[in-house]
């Protein structure tokens, strides 16, 4: 069932027309469509239909043509009966007048919003469903002088969308000047209509008459608006829209917050190829602002001209450009200014020093570099962010995705670059994401099948980095060639050493997006480095350097400013591992002096495993050596087997980790061993740091051996000092956790080991620090049993993540240990046989097996006692 009341009032059904007879029937019925879905109370009803004069039963009468109504309509039940009044049991869009307003709605909204194009179509639907005056075959004036001013309404706003899409029909717009000639937006739009058409002495003519009559019957001026379209018309210029938007805009809201609050007059947003610079652009400005596309442009002047509907004259486009704009609020947008940065920035210096209340927005891989440019880049989506997009914009193409793991993984791959993230997502309609995931180190054969319509060089990944690639003159791409060999970004020292450029080529790809510098490094997001890597390598200096950085570095790692330098090295972590990958293959002995010089800073880092697998290819590609450098390979790629070579090596010892491995693998000292080479050279070592190491070993032995805690004290204060006179952290902090062991003073036992603790934690030494804050709760059990939990269960994370089988171990048998005080011996046990599970065969889980075995010991004599 249908109802009508844009026209005649009437009726239909899936079998045709229904004749609604009689004005009072078809009234009733036509109050009842105006609030569809609602109770029209009876009072209403029966004023509407009676007026001044109602039947005295007026109740009945009102029922009676309700019966009559229903007849008709051949169902009684779209006419419901309640309390308060009737309703007519229709849904909304089953009436045309409420379609029609819907329609309307959604159309204005459009307009108002920037897409003339779906404001046309909404607007021209919704009138198409007007058969004539509204109610015309009934007495209900007002409602229908109401539908009739949403009607003109909608008219004036689809005459509006017209015009923004160039395609107004003037003798239309003239036949409704004739009908509402005092209706001073129709004549503004009919001026408008034919100034696009070429007819501008008619538009200013129309502007005449509308004045001549506005005098003649009101005795009034035309309005400031009509006046303003007179003076466009007489500057020679045609109101262009922003493009309009076919998918949603996501994210950005910081940004946009950021350019909305921006005073200046010149905000220009700044970022790579395929950020979303223009997207976000359009989206933060009104829609009054004018675009001028520079992509496809070789003149910005005569661009801007163009966008603004101007025509050229004698003038120049600047001059021409002034005098359109220098009385005019407004916003200009220079998108895809890169190309034309020249002539962009001088265009926008001049209309900025003539035009006081103009503002620009540009667009750019790089600043326009002048005077009152504030600058807002344009940085990738976040996590959350570039998940959202890939999802919206999957869905386009497969309604049914659903994001999964590798969604963010993709994303994160692909740099939270919005374009980029739009071309994979466009693949879920014939890939799932673990697939596109897989296929991402060929990402610029995989991101191929953009939009078509867009433009080319937004239409592939490769094109759109391509784009700024082809801006760049020879010095800047050797650069960038240069600066993708770099796995981690790289410091400016680095950049010049290795490539070979100065700072201003440097600088320049800054400025063109191309490289991200934060914090003194620079970096290229991976797709960039991708592509830019195809052109140039640089891995021999690459390595060269990062060899001669480590092996300045390691001596340092010991010494006062060993924090400066850990995170130095902690910074070029990835171009530390490629220099040993890239040397492994093709310079084995460069690889194994690097890998030396790293040993120390990868075992304080607990990074050992990270290089497992290269220094097993190394191992297999050098000859066996009795070297220390040979012997600290071996200890990274098959410890199992590297004691013997360790217990051959003679020399020098230059690299601390050789000792620490060798007591690592060589276990606690056997008094009655023999003596080898390397004892001998340790305990005659004039280095300090090596002299504080033997003193707190030798001061663990006697303690152990001997009981002299007093003796082992003294050694070990010896010990101490001579590490905090080198400033080093990591063998202040073994001795002080030894003192901690010596001292008899539970209160003191836990100063030293939080004044380790905090030597650790500059360190970020993860292995040691799950040992201390072990050993931190041990001590703080009989002292404040809550604490010490908390302190065992953080123990028991930071082993996990470390991957310590035997301090897992422990802190298990601690929370055991507090369990059991608590009563709770079934937990206890469970605990203690975690623990068990946890330790292997290793002199290094001995003294945690034997912990555990008395535990359990102890455990079992609690349930008997």
Request: aromatic share 4%.
């Amino acid at each position: 069932m249908h109802v009508g009341i844009l026209g005649p009032v009437e009726a239909h059904s899936p079998d045709g027309k229904i004749a609604v007879g009689g004005p009072r029937p078809r009234t009733l019925l036509a109050l009842l469509a105006i609030r569809v879905g609602e109770i029209v109370p009876l009072d209403r009803l029966v004023d509407e239909l009676y007026g001044l004069e109602p039947p005295a039963d007026a109740a009945n009468a009102l029922q009676g043509q309700v019966s009559r109504l229903r007849r008709a309509l051949g169902d009684a039940a779209l006419i419901e009966f309640h309390p308060a009044g009737y309703r007519l049991a229709l849904a909304p869009d089953q009436v045309d007048a409420q379609r029609f307003v819907s329609l309307a709605t959604a159309g204005q909204q459009a307009l108002e919003q920037g897409d003339p194009q779906a404001a046309e179509s909404l607007l021209a639907e919704a009138l198409q469903l007007w058969r004539g005056p509204a109610l015309a075959d009934v007495d209900l004036a007002d409602h229908a002088t109401r539908l009739s001013q949403q009607r003109s309404a909608a008219t004036g706003a689809l005459i509006a969308a017209r015009i923004r899409l160039n395609k107004a029909d003037v003798q239309e717009i003239q036949d409704l000047v004739q009908q509402h000639p005092l209706d001073e937006r129709l004549r503004g739009y009919l001026m408008q209509a034919l100034n696009q058409q070429g007819r501008q002495a008619e538009a200013l003519q129309a502007f005449e008459d509308a004045r001549r009559m506005l005098a003649d019957e009101l005795g009034t001026d035309p309005s400031a608006e009509l006046r303003a379209v007179h003076l466009q018309i007489l500057r020679g210029q045609t109101h262009r829209e922003l493009p309009a938007q076919i998918t949603t805009f996501v994210g950005r809201q910081d940004e946009l917050r950021r350019i909305a609050s921006l005073t200046s007059r010149l905000v220009t947003l700044t970022g790579p190829g395929g950020a979303g610079k223009t997207r976000l652009a359009l989206q933060a400005a009104s829609p009054a602002a004018v675009f001028v596309d520079l992509a496809p442009a070789k003149d910005v002047g005569a661009a801007t001209l163009q966008a603004l509907g101007l025509k050229e004259t004698v003038l120049p486009p600047e001059e021409r450009l002034t005098l359109a704009l220098r009385e005019r609020d407004g916003v200009l947008i220079l998108d895809n200014c890169e190309h034309l940065i020249v002539q962009a920035a001088a265009l926008a210096q001049h209309l900025l020093s003539t035009c006081p209340r103009l503002r620009i927005l540009a667009t750019s891989r790089e600043a326009l570099g002048i005077t009152g440019e504030t600058l807002c880049p344009v940085p990738p989506l976040n996590p959350e962010q570039s998940v959202a997009l890939f999802t919206d914009r999957a869905r386009l193409v497969n309604p049914a995705f659903v994001p999964d793991e590798h969604t963010a993984a993709i994303c994160r791959d692909l740099d939270g670059l919005p374009l980029a993230i739009e071309l994979a997502a466009a693949r879920t309609r014939t890939l799932t994401t673990q697939e596109i995931a897989d296929r991402l180190n060929d990402r610029f054969r995989l991101l191929t099948k953009g939009n078509r319509a867009a433009a080319p060089r937004h239409q592939t990944l490769r094109a759109v980095v391509e784009w700024s690639w082809d801006l760049l003159d020879d010095d800047e791409r050797d650069l960038a060639a240069a600066l993708a060999t770099f796995s981690g970004g790289a410091s400016l020292e680095a950049v010049e050493q290795v490539c070979r450029h100065d700072l201003e080529v440097l600088e320049a790809l800054v400025d063109k997006s191309l490289v991200e510098a934060a914090d003194g490094r620079y970096r290229m997001l991976e797709t960039i480095r991708e592509f830019c890597a195809e052109h140039k390598r640089v891995d021999a200096e690459h390595a060269a350097y990062f060899g001669e950085l480590a092996q300045r570095a390691d001596p340092e790692l010991r010494r006062r400013h060993q924090l400066e330098w850990f995170s130095r090295l902690s910074a070029e972590h990835a171009n530390l591992l490629q220099a040993v990958e890239w040397t492994s293959t093709h310079a084995p002995d460069q690889a194994l002096r690097l890998i030396s010089d790293l040993a120390w800073y990868w075992y304080v880092k607990g990074s050992r495993t990270e290089i497992q697998a290269t220094a097993e290819r190394l191992l297999a590609a050098v000859e066996e050596q009795d070297t220390e450098g040979y012997a600290i390979l071996l200890v990274l790629a098959d410890s199992e087997h590297a004691l013997n070579t360790l217990l051959r090596v003679e020399g020098p010892v230059r690299q601390p980790f050789l000792l620490i491995a060798w007591a690592m693998l060589a276990g606690p000292p056997d008094p009655g061993a023999p003596r080898i080479p390397l004892q001998d050279e340790v305990e005659q070592s004039e280095d300090p740091w090596i002299q504080g190491l033997i003193g707190f070993s030798n001061a663990y032995t006697d303690w152990a051996t001997h009981g002299d805690r007093p003796r082992a004290m003294e050694i070990s204060r010896a010990a101490l000092k001579k590490f905090q006179d080198l400033g080093e952290r990591w063998g202040a902090a073994q001795v002080l956790d030894i003192l901690a062991n010596l001292t008899e003073d539970p209160h003191e036992a836990l100063a030293l080991t939080d004044e380790a603790l905090r030597a650790m934690t500059e360190l970020d030494a993860n292995e040691e620090l799950a040992e201390l804050r072990g050993r931190r709760a041990d001590r703080l059990l009989d002292l404040d049993q809550d604490e010490a939990e908390r302190d065992y269960l953080q123990a028991l994370e930071l082993a996990t993540q470390a991957g310590l089988s035997a301090t897992r171990a422990l802190a298990n048998a601690g929370l055991a240990e507090i369990a059991k005080r608590k009563g709770d011996l079934a937990t206890a046990e469970r605990l203690l046989r975690e623990a068990q599970r946890e330790l292997g065969s290793g002199w290094m889980h001995v003294p945690a097996k034997q912990h555990v075995e008395a535990a359990l010991t102890a455990l079992e004599r609690t349930r008997e006692a």
